[in-house]
């Protein structure tokens, strides 16, 4: 590809470059609401520096809903830079997007610890289960099946069940 010596791809930045040209000229208004309501998403891209980028996809992924009523309603009421500017100016719809960028954030912190845990907790009831029907194998079968390959002679034909 186009990566320079510095990690930058200049290709794909010249890209966004020219499509954010093009929404200025075709949607200014959009553009305006977007820029502002989608900045936590901008933060998280920028601090999240892990190869994934799960904590970015998660709170940008809820701070587009966030912002999504907000720019539904430009589009199909009133579709202008004077009532994008009254937008971005409202207290409330700027609660409303920030919190869902919020709650992604909130969601990316606790979900994956509550799953480890239940992961854990499944993984716990496995082997017991495993470790009861090894005792009733060893049981009828005797201790001599719990014994690894390691442990057997090389030489030795393996042990004949004890009756």
């Known amino acids: ?18 499509v954010l040209m093009v929404m200025m000229v075709i949607s200014l208004p959009t553009l305006i609401v977007l820029f502002i309501g989608m900045l936590p998403t901008g933060v998280a891209a920028i601090i999240d520096r892990s190869e994934e980028k799960y904590g970015t996809f998660c709170v940008g992924g809820l701070n587009l809903c966030g912002v999504f009523p907000y720019i539904t309603t430009l589009w199909f009421v009133d579709h202008t830079v004077n009532v994008a500017t009254g937008m971005i100016t409202d207290v409330f719809t700027l609660l409303v997007m ?19 845990s239940f992961l854990s907790v499944m993984a716990q009831t496995r082997v017991k289960t495993l470790r009861a029907l090894q005792r009733e194998i060893m049981e009828e079968w005797g201790p001599g099946v719990a014994s690894t ?9 393996p042990e004949a069940p004890h009756s």
């Open 1 to 18: 590809m186009a990566n320079g010596s510095d990690g930058l791809n200049w290709s794909k930045i010249l890209a966004g470059g020219v």
């Open 98 to 116: 920030y919190a869902s960028a919020a709650f992604g954030w909130t969601m990316f912190m606790a979900i994956p610890p509550v799953i480890a």
């Open 149 to 157: 390959v390691d442990d057997a002679p090389l030489d030795a034909p």
